[in-house]
DNA sequence: CTGTTAGCGCTTTCAG
DNA sequence: CTGAAAGCGCTAACAG
């Protein structure tokens, strides 16, 4: 690639090949209405003299920033990175750039991070909602300004803007029901404090399974944990202390559920025998626990396509409700020793 | 925040309070040459108006982009992910976006990303080099523009550019001596395949560490592996099919030390009883393994920082090569159970 | 299929 | 301390 001493406009190629600048410019842009022999010669000028657009110049004209924000509660998981992964490549051949922002999981950051978005005039927005997030005012100001926002992964229901998921309650039901066919008669769901979105659903995965093969639901079942990976002893305390010992944890992230698994054996206990511990995401780290983890896998990669995908259809009008509102990605039950009773 | 129906310009600031366009940019831009008095009237007009600046117009006239590049290996580690929110803080303070890709530490992925930053003109770049990447021809272009880069973590010697590292020849070396402290006098370390920069270094560590306490050193006790969270058995198979059965293992990363951890387990071998392991990074991993691990921690908020000042300080032409082209910053060895014998 | 022209919103001399 | 005016590089009517 050469780089020349100063930078070439279209005007330099214009002059260089006795044609208009607008010529040069529909050229570039692969515009219908030019010839395919001097769209050929101008492109390779552009390449030769070593041509590279001014995109400022370009979005000040066209009114637009080829940005699009993504905001998310944390990029330290192979989840994330395959997401974000996913999402480059449709928005970068599509050509627009991407800029992420980490909430931390606190509604301040989120807003902060909205705000700057907005004041960086984004041309849309994708967002993991952090998990103090119980709604989305925050983000009205795009609403209003007509910037499209494409929800992924932690979602409200709620909100009118799209969404695309797992189908949450159905897999926490599948990891329930594979505890109960385990021999699990006292199954405990560790979660969140706040049952915010994901949360909430995977809780309610949990009750319909316990519901429909006839065991008690209550929720004393249920503990609150800060679902970090660290405070193995503290959980493990918790479960001890309850009236009846369970048989079975079903932890809604798999961070949780290792430190369940190191808890409880530090106190002696044996899993899965003693109590079959279940996990969610399919993190590396459920391959290190011993035993394995049982969780559920879902494809990162293709939902930072699926989500980018909407919002480009948002963007170049071609949105359809019907079935671009609410998508839903698979998700799998994978199974691990941390659950297998009878090996 | 107000949402005005149309999008307000510093012209309609400026006949709304009868200035001139002049001033009130100057006012917005905290000019000196205004006085205190309009200043505050216009910063009020213009929080009052739901006026933002249009960036894309500001920056076709600065003739720069505002936005700074990051490439990097791979964002899923919270190693990364902290030195993202480092890099954010500061950069983002002083007024510039934060494009970011990932490598998946190939060259390829690597020179297809500096060339989309080159094309998007980013005002900087900075860099964390490819597992693959043995020199920097790709960021040829950039040198040639003038645009600074700051390479951070993984860094080449001789590149011409300022780097941020830790000291990983001294972290190495103290991490092999604390094996041999603890008793270990059969040591071999797991690296690489292909010793890329900081592999190179804690090679050398590790190298020096043993010849200074008069132990025989050869790169028969030099093993390759991919690093990943994956094939334990294989680099478990790996050691034991060494002559000589070690008594030490020194990993290179985490994910390795803990690989070969559950491999040596599932062969029976008693860690740090009968095999003592350490590995690097002090990734959450390392707190996973039974018993965990030894490893050396460095902080990557504070290293995300610290590029980014450096590479503002080359924006700002207050950069000085003397303090600059390479900080070194802390690095601590930390002690767990996977090296304690005599407990 | 190609050219002319105006203007996107801002910054920055230069002039008062 | 404030104003007038030019122009950054591109695109999109409109006109041929």
């Known amino acids: 690639m050469s780089v020349p001493e100063k930078e070439i406009t279209i005007y330099d190629i214009a002059r260089a090949l006795d044609l208009s600048p607008a010529t040069v410019s529909r050229a570039l842009a692969n515009h219908a209405a030019i010839s395919i022999k001097t769209k050929k010669r101008i492109q390779e000028a552009a390449q030769a003299m070593g041509y590279r657009t001014n995109r400022m110049a370009s979005n000040l004209r066209k009114k637009r920033s080829n940005i699009i924000g993504v905001i998310v509660p944390r990029l330290n998981s192979s989840f994330m990175s395959d997401v974000l992964a ?41 967002v993991s909602l952090a998990y103090e997030s119980h709604h989305t005012n925050h983000f009205d100001a795009f609403t209003q300004r007509n910037i499209p926002i494409v929800y992924f992964d932690r ?16 897999a926490a039901y599948a990891i329930t029901e594979h505890l109960i066919k385990q021999g699990c008669r006292q199954i405990v769901h560790v979660t969140a404090q706040h049952l915010h979105s994901v949360y909430k659903q995977r809780l309610e995965g949990f009750k319909q399974a316990l519901l429909d093969n006839s065991m ?27 009236p009846t010992q369970p048989d079975g944890i079903f932890a809604a992230n798999d961070a949780c559920a290792v430190n369940c698994i190191m808890g409880l054996k530090e106190k002696g206990i044996s899993v899965p025998h003693d109590i079959a511990v279940a996990g969610f995401n399919n993190d590396p780290v459920a391959c290190i626990s011993e035993p394995k983890l049982t969780t559920v896998n879902y494809d990162g990669y293709a939902m930072g396509e699926a989500s980018a995908r909407v919002l480009l259809k948002r963007l170049n009008n071609q949105y359809d409700a019907t079935t671009d509102k609410e998508v839903i990605l698979p998700a799998e039950l994978i199974i691990r020793g941390s659950t297998l009773r009878n090996k």
Chains 1, 2 share one sequence.
């Open 86 to 126: 996913g999402m480059e490549k449709v928005l970068n051949q599509a050509g627009y750039n991407i800029i992420i922002s980490q909430s931390f999981e606190t509604a301040a950051k989120e807003i902060t991070n909205a705000q700057a978005m907005y004041n960086n005039r984004v041309d849309g927005l994708l």
């Open 155 to 170: 979602v409200l229901k709620d909100d009118h803007n799209p969404g695309v998921m797992i189908d949450n309650v159905k």
């Open 216 to 242: 008690p639901f209550s929720y004393d079942m249920v503990l609150g944990s800060d679902l970090t990976l660290s405070g193995s002893t503290e959980i493990a305390d918790l479960v001890m202390n309850l």
